[in-house]
């Protein structure tokens, strides 16, 4: 296993110093943020990113997220103009030595959270979903502010996106999956790079839009829908493990073992009643996920990819984006790193 670390690029509070002084840190896990959804990444600018990161001692192989433009989810639109450009991202990261590509397929929404600065018992605070609360949300009141929310919508954006997803139920969102799919892994086999769609987080769907990877079922209907080692998962514990449906443990030993677990997303969630979560600290004891049996399975099954510490609680007074401090996250890193050491 790599021990990665998400690092959100210069404006990030969390510094790559900081990152290169948690033990068994190999690289960072970033992307390019001032480039418009669906644009092709410049390869000057891969390059200054991947730069900084190594005149730190850190690598840069693993990029999260190339985010995948509405229109290709659509299947309407510029699709082709934006698949092209994705194409074009894919061999330019590869050239520069980037090995793995996290991304998503959920319809306009990224990560949805009720609240993210819920207190625990212990004073820290964390980023919940309560179903009750969400319900209650309206996206189209032009006034929604949610983590992955592009602020950038306007109320009318928004809802002419919405009157464009009436139109694509699962198996259409499904099927513009599938030719995405069947576009870009050839060009990522070529390039030498995995990509690893993420889970749907929550696993289940939001405002009446679409969610499909969210299931052994579903992850089992990805991987048949392209079958290569670069058309691969990332395996986030925390999004599949948010509803007691996902046996995560048993997902990990199995896609792990189908070489198909291209990237790690490790953290621990509490399952407060169905539909409803609480984020914890990564200690197997502190939620509804068994870390150590997650390990287990890595281990057993000789997996040699890349992992990070996902969303940490906010500890100690930190401040900073919501799930990304620095504290929480290295502390989970070492929990992470020392049931590691303890199977060799
Ligand atoms: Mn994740």
Known sequence: ?????RWYGSDDPVTLENIRQIPGMTGVVSAIYD???????????????KESVEKNGLELEVIESVPVHEDIKLGAGKRDYYIENYKQSIRNLGELG????CY????VFDWTR???????????TTLVYYKEHVDLMNPLSGELSLPGWDSSYTKEGINELFKMYEKVDEEKLWENLGHF???????AEEAGVKMAIHPDDPPWSIFGLPRIITSETNVDRFLD???????????????????????????????????????MHIRNVKIVNEDSFE?????????????VGVLRALYEEGFTGYVRPDHGRMIWGETGKPGYGLYDRALGSQYILGIWDTMK
């Not at 418009?36 to 200054?48: M, Q």
């Not at 980037?98 to 590509?101: A, G, N």
């Not at 009720?114 to 820290?124: R, V």
């Not at 799919?181 to 060009?187: A, G, K, Q, S, Y």
């Open 1 to 5: 296993m790599k021990l990665t670390f």
């Open 35 to 49: 480039i418009p959804v669906g644009e092709a990444w410049p390869i000057e600018k891969i390059r200054d990113l």
């Open 98 to 101: 980037v090995k793995v590509i």
């Open 104 to 107: 998503n397929f959920m319809p």
């Open 114 to 124: 009720s609240h993210l600065e819920h207190q625990l018992p212990d004073g820290s």
């Open 181 to 187: 799919l069947n576009e870009i892994i050839p060009v």
């Open 225 to 263: 829908l392209y079958d290569s080692e670069h058309n691969g998962i990332t395996l986030c514990t925390g999004s599949l493990g948010c509803t007691d449906k996902n046996d995560v443990v048993k997902l990990t030993r199995k896609y792990a073992g189908m070489k198909r677990i291209n990237f």
């Open 279 to 291: 984020e914890s600290a990564h200690h197997s004891e502190a939620g509804s996920i068994d870390v």
